[in-house]
């Protein structure tokens, strides 16, 4: 079965601090892989992608994500978090339908 | 802003009663796909329309229906309501039917519904 885990179901980090989400998936096919943002009260926004080609993703906001495809990852970093960035964030695939997302990971930056 | 559409953004019910969600795909865009958030459940895939035709069932129960209209537009009915469907629940959609890769398969999300059913 097809299936999408996160690790992490809250992180709290300093401003300025670096930021890694880990994200696993379960399937054995050509994969494609999706991070989403949810701020507060919003809806969830893209924030990178990997359908293909160089397994180093870049997306909005200084966010990337690594497909490392012997480990079934698709890891989600940022070097230097801000305020700003506290939300949540949702990895999902393994394919483009039907979408499975992850648990979520809550993400709080503070001062 | 994603382009998708959806009202009510909020829907106080009761249980056992009947209420339609709507949604409005971005233009051009072919498929929707339905979500439910809750806490204990996460985001749950539920059913996909393509160009009006069923094309993916996930975790929809029964008493949940779906369809998508000649102009695009879909609604979920959700039926004898429980408290357990108490969730916020979204749509999505996307340029095609999700077949191969490509940006047209990305699927963008409209704000929500939030249903809560007293």
């Known amino acids: 079965a097809q299936s999408v885990s996160q690790h992490n179901h809250h992180v709290i980090l300093s401003e300025a601090a670096s930021l890694e989400l880990g994200c696993n998936y379960s399937y054995g096919g050509t994969v494609n892989l999706f991070w989403y943002v949810q701020y507060p009260g919003q809806h969830l926004q893209l924030l990178l992608k990997?359908?293909?080609?160089?397994?180093l993703v870049k997306g909005i906001k200084g966010f990337e994500a690594e497909f490392i495809k012997s480990k079934f990852s698709f890891n989600l970093r940022k070097p230097s978090v801000q305020w700003s960035d506290t939300a949540e964030y949702f990895c999902a695939g393994p394919r483009n339908t039907p979408l499975v997302f992850g648990k979520g990971t809550r993400l709080s930056v503070i001062a | 802003d994603s382009g998708v559409t959806q009202t009510p953004k909020h829907l106080i019910t009761a249980t056992g009663q009947r209420v339609t969600l709507r949604c409005s795909p971005r233009s051009g865009d072919l498929s929707v796909y339905w979500y439910q958030q809750s806490l204990d459940q996460g985001l749950q895939f539920l059913i996909q329309?393509?160009?009006?035709?069923?094309?993916a069932k996930g975790n929809i129960l029964e008493r949940f229906s779906a369809q998508q209209f000649p102009d695009l537009h879909s609604e979920l009915n959700l039926s004898s309501l429980e408290l357990g469907d108490s969730a916020l629940y979204f749509c999505?959609?996307?340029?095609?039917?999700?077949?191969?890769?490509?940006?047209?398969?990305?699927?963008?999300f409209g704000a929500g519904t939030r249903l809560s059913v007293l």
């Open positions: 999505a959609s996307s340029g095609t039917g999700g077949q191969g890769d490509g940006t047209k398969n990305i699927q963008y």
């Open positions: 329309y393509y160009n009006g035709e069923e094309r």
């Open positions: 990997y359908f293909s080609g160089d397994p």
